[in-house]
């Protein structure tokens, strides 16, 4: 019964993203508005078909309904109920069907949002593509991933139970959806972009409409691959959480280009410039969440984080191919046009070092996607098997990452069109002091490496930028009020949440180069072999294995090492057995503080009385979660709307600005 429901409920929502697109589409051809306003209506017949069908799928989940083959393969009676209703979403099908719920989500909101301009051809022409992405996401699952096929033969007593991986750790329950609402969010900023070259309104007007979006999208993004680190490390037990993964990469690739969009797009904003760059990163990133479904769910690559063999790549490879060569069109077809009416006036101003910025992002995402498709492309035309590892990735990506570093401790404080030596002695003097102090400093304390070093001397140069601006911002403010200068003036400091956002999100990310330099530098491996009562020194620690004990659960079977480290108490590294799986699965045990990481894996099973323990005691781990909380918090408050501003456009404010305080002057540049 749920799966003929289901599989209905997944009908409902084809027919209906068919009908809307070709609604809207036959509104656009004749300039009916009528349809236009018609179209949109299907967007609620979608969301609440999605839901149902979400909501079926979770109840045959707690109802053990084996007779639903994806339910059969991915839960069984004893697992437990978290790993019950993440299992939703731990397999192919009922990952697609995640990602169309959120997808549906997204576009409700902006159709909502849009409710007043629904007659308008942007408007239309964005909600066109989103209903096409729709109806690709509706087929997909209808007929190459359906989440309610129905078991073939004799219905199973019990079910397989989830991947043991994904039923070891509670961050199972909020990586995927955060790392999905990011990746699915890049629809909509996609959809308006397109609308903007065909209508051919690519001026500022359509940014407004997706910079919110895209901005929620990012801060989900960064979260779920922070958050995606942090189950690598707590989880998979190899002591890192970045391993350049194929499917960590696929992650990594979009964030590269929205973060080089959200950048760009103040200079569109202010200058009316890098119009083709803006459109062009809003496409490839959306390109680019397409390639990483294709790389996560196609079965082409092996990886911890992939799932397995499937039949929708050719399904994925095709509307890749549509939308990569759609976009390329239609920039194409928009050149003459998309020129800026302006230009960049200095090689010293703010405007140059976002470009330089773009070329930077753009640069890396290359590197990353090179590293990460060339294995599969030398597979496919050669029949051979080649690896591209993290030397690869660290060569190549560290000077680009350092370069962006200074770039975001330069870029924010130079003026716009041009900065004369004056200004940039006094904007650049202190932060450059503190930065060489921290260079001669990390060097005297026995920092060794470029880039280590070199991240710890930037990182200083950049916090006491960001926070030389704050404070110019806040004697500004003071001084507006103090001197009564007028109400329009005073504005201009108080209401930019956008800006203290953005050097929130700046400062998470210092902390974050600051935490993997320090990582990188400082951390130290090895391993003991111990018997019951035996005690070993590592790093000024002393080591001492007190024995095993054996959990057991209808879920799994786990033996625990309970060791005692000098200085931190008791940790029980461990290995569980699953019923479905022929390995064992190491859990590591971790003490955590703010300087230092102990973390103890068992690398023998103690099924004797000798047992082989890792050790690890990594340096400021805690930092790289710590930033990117920071980075999570600094999205969100730039996101607040900030108060109006448009008396500070046109003579009036220009008259406001030449009059006010040099403090004021500079927070408004």
């Known amino acids: 019964m749920r799966a003929q429901l289901g599989y209905g409920l997944l ?79 731990s397999a192919l099908e009922g990952s697609i069907l ?88 890049f629809a909509i900023p996609f959809s308006f972009a397109v609308a903007a070259l065909v209508t051919g309104r690519f001026g500022e007007g359509w940014l407004a409409a997706v910079r919110r979006t895209t901005l929620v999208s990012w801060g989900f993004l960064t979260i779920g691959i922070v958050l995606g680190a942090w189950w690598s490390y707590a989880v998979l037990g190899w002591g890192g959480f970045w391993g350049w993964d194929p499917v960590e990469n696929a ?33 490839s990133t959306f390109c680019l969440t397409i390639l990483g479904t294709f790389l996560t769910r196609s079965g082409v690559i092996n990886s911890v984080h992939a799932f397995s063999q499937s039949n929708i790549g050719p399904w994925l490879l095709t509307f890749l191919g549509i939308c990569a060569f759609g976009s390329v069109a239609l920039v194409a077809w928009r050149g003459d046009k998309l020129r800026s009416p302006g230009r960049i006036d200095s090689a010293v101003s703010r405007e140059a070092a976002f470009l330089l910025n773009n070329l930077l992002f753009a640069g890396f995402a290359l590197v990353v996607l090179t590293g990460t498709v060339f294995p599969l492309l030398v597979e496919a035309l050669q029949n051979k098997q080649v690896t591209v590892g993290e030397p690869y990735f ?52 026995g920092a060794h490496g470029i880039a280590n070093v070199g991240a ?70 090895s ?73 103890l894996t068992l690398i023998s099973s103690p099924t004797s009385g000798r047992v082989t323990i890792g050790v690890q005691i990594g340096t400021m781990v805690m930092w790289l979660w710590i930033g990117g909380l920071i980075m999570a918090l600094g999205c969100a408050l730039a996101l607040i709307p900030a108060r109006k501003r448009e008396v500070l456009k046109g003579t009036v404010a220009g008259e406001l600005i030449n009059d006010s305080p040099p403090a004021l002057v500079e927070a408004r540049n």
Do not use: C
């Open 456 to 525: 710890f001397a930037l990182g200083a140069f950049a916090i006491t930028s960001i926070g030389r601006s704050v404070v110019i911002g806040v004697r500004a403010r003071k001084r507006s009020t103090d001197e009564a200068l007028p109400v329009a003036a005073a504005r201009t400091v108080r209401s930019n949440p956008r800006l203290y956002g953005g050097l929130l999100v700046h400062v998470g990310v210092v902390v974050v180069a600051v935490a993997l330099a320090t990582t990188g530098g400082y951390t130290t491996k």
């Open 394 to 445: 660290t060569r190549l990506g560290v000077p680009i990452g350092i370069a962006l570093l200074f770039l975001m401790s330069v870029g924010p404080v130079l003026p716009w069109r041009a900065a004369s030596s004056q200004v940039l002695r006094d904007r650049l003097l202190i932060p450059a002091w503190a930065g060489a102090v921290t260079l001669v400093v990390a060097l005297v304390a």
């Open 527 to 599: 391993e003991v072999q111990l018997s019951p009562g035996e005690s070993a020194g590592v790093h000024g620690h002393t080591v001492t294995y007190i024995g095993r004990s054996v959990e057991t659960s209808g879920q799994k079977t786990t033996i625990k090492a309970r060791v005692n480290v000098s200085g931190v108490g008791e940790l029980a590294p461990a290995i569980s057995t699953f019923p479905n799986a022929a390995e064992g699965i190491g859990t590591p045990s971790i003490h955590t503080t703010p300087w230092q990481d102990f973390y």
């Open 251 to 283: 992650s990594l690739l979009p964030w590269l280009t929205a973060t080089a969009f959200i950048h760009s797009v103040m200079v569109q904003e202010r200058r009316g410039m890098l119009r083709v760059w803006n459109l062009s990163l809003v496409l």
């Open 11 to 89: 009908t409902i929502g084809t027919v209906a993203s068919a009908l809307g697109l070709a609604t809207v589409a036959t509104g656009l051809a004749t300039g009916r508005r009528a349809l236009l306003e018609t179209g949109r209506r299907y967007v609620v017949v979608i969301l609440v078909a999605v839901i149902a069908a979400f909501v079926v799928m979770e109840t045959a989940m707690y109802g053990h309904d084996f007779s639903i083959k994806y339910v059969a393969d991915n839960v069984a009676r004893a697992t437990p109920g978290l790993y019950t209703f993440t299992a939703v979403w």
């Open 98 to 185: 995640l990602w169309a719920l959120i997808l549906s989500i997204y576009v409700a909101v902006t159709t909502w949002r849009f409710r007043s301009r629904s007659d308008d051809p942007l408007v239309a022409w964005a909600t066109l593509v989103q209903y096409g992405v729709l109806l690709f996401f509706f087929a997909l699952m209808l007929f190459a991933a359906n989440p309610f096929k129905q078991v073939t033969g004799a219905i199973p007593l019990d079910g397989a139970g989830p991947n043991p991986l994904l039923q070891n750790h509670p961050l199972v329950a909020i990586h995927p959806p955060f790392l999905y609402t990011g990746y699915v969010g």
